[in-house]
């Protein structure tokens, strides 16, 4: 285990993440794929593969190693078959690990949830040929951790290795970002794929405007995590609030109906930019709680 990141106190695990779940989801959302190995994920336009198109009648400099005997047999006249090409998809996975990650009221932390997220996308990038990448960020550079597009077992267990490392402790300092993580990110992942950002998006950086660049070359999709304690305060009295990201704490009169309304106010107005920025961006959304049945979300999301 790093001495950067810790394992939070109250860690549950994201609880079983296999079973009939997991074997129905599909990453078919992800149209554009990269890599040169055949796979069964739909590329752009037209080539090599198993999927017919279309049959058109032959022209000059057409492959003909692509007639169709039975169709020119039948129409009298050399017919081409054209196919979809199939190759295979590049995950990447860029992994919050900042110290906020650490909190949960509910029956996980939120990156239990997260840890579950990464899981699963990560089983399924590797079917088919498939290859997955993780990209953590949110900690320490030092800590900062980018495995390379691996396929099978390899990937798998260099991930689950890199999630045993715990997150940020409460009041790290100097860590990176989401702007720049999602900036590293373009830079590194060159071919087309599917990148998948696990986060609560309480990162106050200017990260549009990355993940619109990052979505006009690949399928983007944020999976927010949240937990009910961040969207609306207990009557619990006058209580200290520690910021995880920061280490400064606060008192807080939550017996107070003013204080519990503005805090549910200014948490909507927040939810509110982050669901308009990832529209912008072109990105897709799923928005995940440490209580209930994450993976039933997940799932019924991506499906």
Not at 58 to 80: I, M
Request: hydrophobic content about 40%.
């Amino acid at each position: 285990m790093s001495d950067l990141l810790i394992d939070p106190p109250g860690r549950q695990g994201p609880g079983r993440v296999g079973g009939p779940v997991v074997g129905a989801l599909d990453l078919a959302l992800a149209r554009r794929s990269g890599g040169v190995l055949p796979g069964e994920h739909r590329a752009v336009g037209l080539g090599s593969g198993t999927e017919l198109s279309q049959l058109r009648p032959y022209v000059e400099g057409d492959d003909v190693r692509h007639l169709d005997p039975a169709a020119s047999a039948r129409t009298g006249e050399p017919h081409v078959r054209l196919h979809v090409p199939e190759r295979a998809l590049t995950t990447w996975i860029a992994l919050d690990v900042s110290a906020s990650m650490a909190f949960g009221t509910a029956d996980r932390l939120k990156s239990d949830v997260a840890e579950g997220v990464t899981r699963v996308v990560s089983q399924l990038g590797v079917r088919r040929g498939g290859r997955v990448a993780l990209v953590r960020w949110g900690a320490d550079p030092k800590a900062t951790r980018v495995l390379p597009p691996r396929g099978g077992r390899p990937a798998i267990g260099a991930i689950d290795r890199a999630l045993r490392e715990g997150v940020a402790p409460d009041g790290a300092t100097g860590a990176e970002d989401l702007a720049t993580a999602l900036g590293r990110l373009h830079r590194v992942a060159r071919r087309p794929g599917l990148v998948v950002v696990v986060s609560d998006l309480r990162d106050p950086s200017a990260w549009e405007r990355p993940m619109a660049i990052l979505a006009r070359q690949h399928r983007v999709l944020a999976v927010e995590v949240a937990d009910r304690r961040e969207s609306a305060l207990p009557d619990a009295g006058l209580v200290v609030m520690i910021d995880p990201e920061t280490g400064e704490d606060v008192e807080v009169d939550t017996g107070s109906p003013r204080v519990r309304e503005a805090f549910a106010a200014a948490e909507a107005e927040r939810q509110a930019t982050v669901h308009a920025a990832l529209r912008r961006a072109r990105a897709g959304h799923v928005r995940l709680d440490t209580d209930g049945d994450w993976l039933r979300e997940l799932g019924r999301a991506l499906r």
